[in-house]
């Protein structure tokens, strides 16, 4: 059996343990939310784009991409989510739907089809710190 203190020092370097991981997304109430009551989730980084050079190549979710289409790669979310990206550099927006992997560049949160970057402003400077709300989660196809 356990002594009580050393049961104190498990407790303790749980607690320490989990105090170290930082959430990658923060849920707050508003709009957004697929679900009337529910948290709208949102997330923020740089997003870049991706076009010409991946056009008519296989998606992970198994579609074919099309820069003209409003998608986006995501590392984590569903394939299928519905995504609010907001370019707090200029205001403008756009809604995707995740149906890739990626980015595979370190700081960046999203990649967005060229019909998607054009709609918020992004192809001259190549990346934005954009705001991501998921308006609906989408179920795994893949």
């Known amino acids: 059996m356990l ?3 050393s049961l104190i020092s498990i407790l303790v370097v749980i607690l320490l343990l989990s105090g170290c991981s930082s959430p990658r997304f923060a849920t707050r ?4 939310s697929s679900t009337p009551g529910r948290h709208a989730t949102v997330e923020e980084g740089y997003a870049s ?3 010409e050079e991946f ?3 296989k998606t992970s979710n198994g579609e074919t991409y099309d820069m003209n289409s409003l998608t986006a790669a995501h590392p984590t979310l569903p394939f299928n989510t519905k995504v609010r990206v907001n370019n707090t550099q200029n205001g403008k927006s756009v809604v995707v739907r995740i149906n890739d992997r990626g980015p595979f560049k370190d700081n960046r949160i999203m990649d967005l089809s060229l019909s ?9 400077p190549g990346t934005a710190w954009v ?3 998921i308006l609906e989660i989408g179920s795994e196809s893949r």
């Open 3 to 5: 002594r009580k203190s």
């Open 29 to 32: 109430p508003g709009s957004g």
């Open 49 to 51: 784009y991706y076009a």
């Open 55 to 57: 056009h008519g190549r």
């Open 116 to 124: 998607a970057a054009k709609t918020i402003g992004l192809i001259g």
């Open 131 to 133: 705001k991501l709300e």
